[in-house]
Structure formats: C-alpha cells, structure tokens
C-alpha cells in the first residue's frame, strides 16, 4: 500500500522479526510543529485499519493547524498564548512527561481552543471565567478543574513573558477558587485484591495479578512498578523506563526510588502474602523490566494494562466502579486501620504531606474509633 493511502505512516523491525506500526505527524503534514512526536499505532492493525488510522490522524493535525496563528505571532487570544507555550523551548511544557501531556495537558489545552481560543485575554473578566467553569463543569468535573489549571498555567506563562492581558487575567484567577470534584470514596480491599490475583492466574495474565499484589502491599504507583513508555527528545522509536529485575536483590528486597516524588524506599517481598501469592504464577525474570505484557513479550503500555486489568477484575466478580487506581488507596487505608497512625501510612506511600496520605484514606474511621474507645474503657479500669 503506497504512502498516499497511509499519510505519515512509518515503521521500524522489532528484534523478533514482527513491525512496530507509528503515525509520524511530521512526514504526514509539511510544516507540522517540531513538538509533535510519533503516535504508536497497535501492531495487530490490517492494512486496511492501518491506512485508517493514518488518515484519521492526518486530518485531525490538519484541521488543528489550519486554526493556528502564524508560528511566532501572539495576537492576544488563548490560541495564539497556546500556540507559544507549546512551541517555546524555554516554557514549561517542554519538562513536562509524555504521558502527562497525553492523559491531562493535550485534552485540556484543546478543550480550551475549541471553546475560548478567540477570546482576547486583555478582555477577560471574573464572569468569564465562572461561566466556562460551570459549563465546561456538566460535562465533567474533572475536565473543568483541569482546564482551569491549564488556563492557570498558560496565563503564568504570558505573564513571565509580559504578553499583553497576560498578568491582569492571571491576577483575577488567583483571586478566584472552583469547586472542586468530590473525593473519591472507593477503595480496593485485600479479598477483591486477593481475587484479582487468583483470576488472573486462571486467565493467563499473571502479571496483572502481580503488578495488583505488589501496590496493595507496598502502596506503590502503577508506574513505579510497570514503567511507561516516551518518546525520545530526538524523535524515533519509544524507549521504555522503569522497574528492572536489579532493583530486587536475590533475597526479594525491593529498593527502588519512586517516580514522583524521587524517594528511597525498600519493601521485603518475602513478607507480604499477596506478593508471595501472585509470585506462584509469575516467576520474576532474571533480567530487565520486572513485569513483562504476556501478549507481546515487552513491558506494557498504560493503555493495555487497563484493557487487561478490566478483563481480570470482571473474571474476578470485582464491581466496574472498582479501578486499578484504587489499589493504593486500599494500601493506605488499610495501613491506618491496622496501625491508627497516620504517619505510618505517610511512609509507606512516601508521601512529604500527612494530608496527601489523608485524602488516600478512603475509610470512615470505625476500626480508629472503636481501638481508641477499648482503650479509654480499660483505662478507666
């Protein structure tokens, strides 16, 4: 198939044999920003979904970049005020993770294009921002909290450049507070946990149970124990980072410093009995990445360990309304249940803040409550 049928399409030969399949935004559109990275595509794709999917992206960049000002000019709306952010070397978008972009900036910054791109920033008024807020807020909560984050941002951008309109807009955000999304109630406890690891071993996906096993116990972030996948500053292919079987010496201690907050921590895996359990069915490699996608071979990619997940958790009678995510709030939940310490919990999930730690605590104090009561009755005694 010809690349006309297949705009931007590229491809690179993995080391057993099969083609990894990527969408290059700046082979498929002439002119297109350097920011732009190469879109991994699923290597199962047919020609025929191949050319698809190369197409469809191909149009979307178009219709993106018709709407954008000139490269360099800043004509006083959001758009071109995005435009610069994006493309500066020197702003904070360039620090910022791929999978940050992906999963909160892109999706916000293009929610605020769409709907305020023309507004002129010199013209913004505390009503302006209310009135996007609530609307943008029935459609998702969490979507309007995150766009004004964004608008927080770009703003303090325009402000540190001295753009037009820039500071006086940023000026009356500070001075304004959006509710916020209600706190997350759910939690995973030890038995749904306990369940997930036991089905995944009857679905053959092992791993999934281990990666589950090892947050509950340790209160470890999904991407300190699977690692994530970036593209180079250079462009080519993703190159993968993460946990590696030397970070676990022979007698299963894990020392490792976490993704986020860059702190120490060791765990004895030869002590936690979900851990142990999971380890049954998926025997640690001797090298590399720990936890290895059963399908391909390689470490997994976020997308596909939550398509996987959610194939476990139904296998193992869990609710839907029960995600990979709540894994380490049941670790810290569980953790103040059993000690009635808080600090406990903070160090285990290598928070610097106790009131991190407390919106993870997704318990309603009864287990605290009834200890602290027994031990007032018998001091009384």
Known sequence: MTTSKRPGYHYRLKKDGSTAHYWDPKRAVKGAPAYLKLVRLNDDLTDVELAEQCRRHTEELRKELDNLPAPS?????????????????????????????SRDYNPNLQLLEDNVGERSIDKLKRSDFKR?????????????????KLLRIILSYGTGERLHGCSAAREI????????????????????????????????????????ALKFETALRRI?????????????????????????????ILSIKTTKTKSATSHDLKVLPLVKEALKSYPLPLKGPVVI?????????????GEKFRIVRRKAG?????????????????TIDATHSIEAAQKLATHSNPKTTGRYNR??????????????????K
């Open 363 to 380: 318990g309603d104090g009864l287990n605290h409550n009834r200890a602290i009561a027994q031990t007032r009755s018998d001091m009384r």
């Open 173 to 212: 955000l500070s001075l304004m507070k959006f509710e916020q999304p209600p706190r997350r109630e759910i939690y995973m406890t030890f038995k749904q946990c306990r369940a997930i690891v036991r089905a995944s071993r009857k679905l053959g996906f092992p791993s999934i149970g281990f990666v589950e």
């Open 132 to 148: 996007w807020f609530e609307k943008w807020k029935e459609k998702s909560h969490s979507r309007a909290v995150g766009a004004i």
């Open 73 to 101: 000019a800043y004509d006083g709306t959001i758009r071109s005020l995005i435009k610069l952010y994006r493309t500066d070397k020197t702003s904070g978008f360039q620090a910022v993770k791929h999978s940050t972009r």
């Open 318 to 334: 869990v609710p839907s309304y029960v995600w990979s995510m709540d894994t380490r709030a049941g670790a810290i939940t569980e």
């Open 293 to 305: 996608d059963e399908s391909t071979g390689k470490p997994y990619w976020d997308s596909r360990y």
């Open 224 to 252: 300190d124990v699977i690692g994530e996948w970036n593209p180079p500053k250079d462009g080519g292919p993703f190159e993968w980072t993460g946990l590696c079987r030397d970070s676990i010496s022979d007698d299963l």
